[in-house]
């Protein structure tokens, strides 16, 4: 087996999380931004000046003090990039503490804090970008702070006792940067461990060699120092003290368990053990053990001798009362109230896990035990006894444990998912026994732009409907409206977006905007395309293979609509499928028309009729009501919809003072055929009665004359 100090353990979780990591991308950050500025306290960090790149990876160093430095960001956007709208999203890392403003439309600047910088793990600043035709984009900045740290090492006493484990306090700057571990030292004269303790970090140590020994201790950071301004330094100035190492004042006795688990039942059945042999050890006797040389201690357990064995041991029953840890101190045997040996060791309960919980970077712990192929995660164990379990998610690497954190009942692991993990559930296991806790996988369900869906006549090449953003006005037949989904857009190497479950809205409504008929399509579900990874772990049963037409929908039939129909077709994302939300899209198709032909019935009054013979060649009278039947031409404005222009053009018969009743003989009746222009210069598709005005020329049936004619008209709409 493969061991490393606490060195080369920092250095290679460092590695794991800086690969986890990736980059901040060059390119997609200067595509946006043409600098990018931190100023904390006195310092200013730029892209330019601070990025350093680790293992292939870049990111932009900064110094940090404190764990919550308030720091401003100065952004100056590219001009390229036509930024609309700049915004940093929220993140566990952080708060803000400002709002991120554009300043005379040159920079934008925010202030925020910073939480637990030496702790955090993958730190970065991300922005959703939206340009000026609406597009939306994200992408981040890795962080890679750098401090500081510090420890001192001032024993006021320097002497050790053979088998007893001290502690010692030890002072830094920097508590929360420093990498412990509940790991002892092996085969040195005096072995040792770090901890954290109620805001202190302790030194245990446990001397195993009579004389002077050197105490050589090796600290790891988590956050590093730069050398120069490049090179990430990960491990401290070694501490050396000298100390006399002496005999013990009591004999101390060391049994083969180093760690009692106390179950329901041991302290009445009790738990066999052996113990070192000492002659004055008596046998067939009960022993109190006791945190307290002094008389008075409370019980934690009761040590009965009942055999000597060969091996220079006794064989006993342990019968444990109370929980103890090496670091409360020693345990006393005691005969009665006289303490006789010391010893020390563990009881601690069984171990038990009452919760599983999980996190992702940027959001919050939750209770809910999905994961995703290809993801990180923390996962937060809570119960009994974990210190001495063996967790382990079955078919799953750990990139590290937080040992800051971990304890007796916690328990912090961060957790690569393979991307191409091909089961459904991830148990987790103690020492290869299931705990009955586990990881369900479920397979993503991000919400792609809409622009694999495209659209056709049926005959034309199929576009993205997000090309669409304005009205359509087809001027030809439209047989049928196609959507089809190109499935390739979906999953591409390593980015995963998953199933699309999609809701297709159908509107049908008349020239008068009047709904004809509607529809909704709710079961539609794109699945990737073979080309995906995780194309055969997908259940592929509800998937839609082939374009939807809409004409299956409708009763009257997109070829049989009246002209200025309007089909309107909104797609959107289920919310209830996609945990992040999802995209909407809305297509208007006018079935348009630049002109129509109709027949008019008007009623002409007052008409002004200059005759073209060589007799008579002066304006008339004005007529009386005449009426008018003209088949005509109506034009529409190509730039709007549905807007006619304000005259017409037709030919028809005009029966001149049709109405006029005098029995006068000066009344001149005829009927003529005329071609007519018409303007209406008060135009509503809504009006019943309209007055228009006539200009044109005819030829009278009974006199056979050829005539102009200019005059107002009556026009009724039934």
Partial sequence: MLRMGTKGKSLFLFLMLASAY??????????????????????????????????????????????????????????????????????????????????????YRTKIRFKDLSTGRFQNFTFKITDRSGKETITEIRLFPYTN???????????????????????????DNIATSNTWTEGKDIDYRLSKENGRLVLHVIPHQIGTHLLNVKISTIKPFLKGSKTPIFSLKPLQ?????????????????????????????????????????????????????LPGGALVAELFTRNRLSNGRILCWLRPYTYHSPSDGYLYI????????????????????????LMRNGQDWTEHTAIYPGEIIDVKIEGEGLNKAKLKFDGLFRIMSDSAI??????????????????????????????GFNLMVNEFQKAQQLDFVKISNGETESLPITQFNTPILYSKNINDIVLSFDNTMLDKGDTLLGKQYLTIDIK??????????????????????????????????????????????????????????????????????????????????????????????SFPAGLLIRELDGENSDITSFTGISLAAIAQFTFYNPKSIAKVRPYKVGAGILAINAFNFSSSDDVQRDLALVALGSVYPLRRDNRKLSFPLHAGFGYYLQDKKWFFLVGPGIRIRF
Avoid at 244 to 267: M, P, Y
Avoid at 281 to 291: A, C, D, G, H, V
Avoid at 412 to 427: A, E, F, G, S
Wanted: hydrophobic share 30%; charged share 30%.
């Fill in 149 to 175: 740290t510090q420890v001192d090492f001032h024993p006021k006493e320097k002497e050790l006792f053979i088998g007893e484990e001290k502690t010692f306090e030890l002072f830094t700057n920097h508590l």
């Fill in 406 to 435: 971990n304890n007796d009942k916690i328990k912090i692991m961060t957790l690569k998912i393979p991307i191409m993990v091909y089961k459904k559930r991830l148990d987790l296991y103690n020492h290869g026994i299931p705990t």
């Fill in 22 to 107: 990736g980059a901040f991308g060059q390119n997609t950050t200067s595509q946006f931004f043409q600098s990018f500025q931190l100023n904390i306290d006195t310092g200013v960090y730029t892209l330019k000046d601070n990025s350093i790149r680790y293992r292939g990876k870049e990111y932009l160093s900064f110094y940090y003090d404190n764990e919550n430095e308030i720091c401003e960001l100065s952004i100056v956007p590219r001009p390229s990039a036509n930024i609309a709208s700049l915004e940093l999203l929220k993140s566990n890392d952080f708060v803000a503490t400002d709002s991120l403003v554009f300043f005379n439309s040159q920079y």
């Fill in 508 to 601: 049908v409504t008349n020239k008068q905007r009047q709904l004809v008929e509607s529809h909704t399509i709710n079961d539609v579900v794109i699945c990737p395309s073979e080309s995906s990874i995780r194309y055969r772990y997908y259940d592929l049963k509800d998937c839609n293979r082939g374009s939807i037409n809409i004409n299956n929908y409708l009763r009257t039939k997109t070829h049989q609509m009246e002209e200025w129909s309007k089909i309107e077709l909104t797609i959107y994302h289920r919310k209830n499928m996609h945990r992040e939300g999802g995209y909407k899209h809305k297509v208007e198709i006018y079935y348009a028309k630049t002109y129509t032909f109709d027949v008019d019935v």
């Fill in 241 to 293: 003290e000298y100390f006399e190492v002496k005999e013990s004042r009591l004999a101390f006795l060391s049994i083969n368990k180093k760690d009692i688990t106390k179950e329901d039942d041991s302290h009445i059945k009790g738990i066999e053990i052996e113990i070192e042999d000492n002659p004055k050890l008596l046998l067939n006797k009960t022993y109190r053990l006791e945190q307290q040389e």
């Fill in 334 to 357: 005691k005969d009665g109230d006289e303490a006789k040996f010391i010893a020390n060791f563990s009881i601690s309960p069984k171990t038990s896990i009452s919760k599983l919980s």
